[in-house]
């Protein structure tokens, strides 16, 4: 992999995990972006970068991809909670001629889970007695609940299963239960579980960290530049270990 010339957009904990990250892969970081610095985007260092990195604040996020593909740098997104700004910006992205991959997670680990929760739901079609829930455990800091994770994860499981009007926190009858725990300094436990009246299936992904997320945007944003278009890490995953899709 050549070296890249990286901008990181968002310079907190995540930004600065995500810098190490490329660093050890010998990619050069050629511009760091934190709140407040929108003229920064104009500068000629960013408009250098092969790539983009994107952890800000979900307030600030839109308008962070959209100078990026107004300045033509790929960008990988790992902020959650703009999606209500998502159709805008794919159209923004395909009028530009841009190329962006946003995930609510980029671990590989999860990529892969979510793979298995797909698998597992479609296999559920068949065997109605299993009923589905979801638990997810974060640390006090984080804000949003349940994750962006867990979220990606229930709307992927009603779709493969059908049967499903949604997911709640509340649940009513014929929606998914979500429970969303916030424990210490823990990275990011998500568990599927299927029970059934004779036994429960589980699985279970456990960070051990939040270097598994910062490892993930690199190598993504490794396969991102050349590319056109608006993605996902489904469109990675297809690319790279097509046997998981």
């Known amino acids: 992999m050549p070296n890249l010339k990286i901008a990181l957009i968002g310079y907190g904990r995540m930004g600065r995990m995500v810098e190490s990250a490329a660093l050890r892969q010998g990619h050069t970081i050629v ?31 839109a308008a962070n991809i959209e100078r990026c593909l ?27 001629g841009g190329s962006m991959i946003y995930s ?16 597992l739901a479609r296999v559920m079609k068949r065997f109605p007695q299993y009923l589905p829930s979801l638990e997810e455990t974060h640390h006090i800091h984080k804000l949003d609940h349940p994750s962006g994770t867990a979220i990606t994860l229930a709307e992927e499981l009603i779709e493969a299963r059908g049967g499903l009007s ?6 009513r009858p014929g929606e998914l239960p ?17 029970e059934s009246p004779a036994d429960v299936i589980s699985m279970t992904h456990s960070a051990k960290g939040r270097e598994g997320f910062a490892e993930g945007a690199v190598a993504v944003a490794e396969w991102l530049p050349g590319r056109k278009g608006c993605f ?11 046997e998981l899709v």
Not at 31 to 47: K, P, Q, V
Not at 232 to 242: C, E, I, N, R
Request: hydrophobic residues 45%; charged residues 20%; negative net charge.
């Open 31 to 61: 511009s760091r972006i934190d709140h407040g610095d929108a003229d920064a985007f104009a500068s000629e260092a960013f408009l250098s970068a092969d790539v983009a990195i994107e952890f800000s604040q979900p307030a600030s996020a």
């Open 70 to 96: 107004l300045a033509g740098v790929p960008v990988v997104v790992g902020t959650t909670g703009w999606l209500s700004e998502l159709s805008r910006l794919q159209a923004l992205c395909r009028e530009k």
């Open 104 to 119: 609510s997670n980029f671990s590989i680990g999860v990529s892969i889970f979510r793979s298995l929760n797909r698998f």
């Open 166 to 171: 949604g997911w709640s926190e509340t649940p």
């Open 178 to 194: 979500v429970r969303a725990m916030r424990e210490g300094e823990v990275p990011g436990i998500h568990t599927v579980a299927w």
């Open 232 to 242: 996902t890490m489904t469109d990675y995953l297809a690319d790279v270990a097509p």
